[in-house]
């Protein structure tokens, strides 16, 4: 198994992934083509959300 150092960008595409975000929701490309700041913002904005909100219920 590969190990991907925790926030980096590989670890963060990788939590994208599996919680299902497999192209950039707005502009429908490749996770890799970004920033680590772009996928940090699309973690916290869909991933922490989702888990926060689950959590609250």
Do not use: A
Not at 27 to 48: A, C, D, M, P, T
Request: hydrophobic content about 25%; glycine content about 6%.
């Amino acid at each position: 198994m590969c190990k991907v150092h925790k926030y980096s960008k590989g670890w963060f595409v990788k939590q994208l992934r599996d919680h299902g975000i497999l192209v950039h929701p707005q502009f429908k490309s490749h996770l890799g083509n970004y920033k680590e700041s772009e996928l940090r913002n699309l973690y916290y904005r869909y991933v922490e959300k989702e888990t926060l909100d689950s959590e609250q219920k």
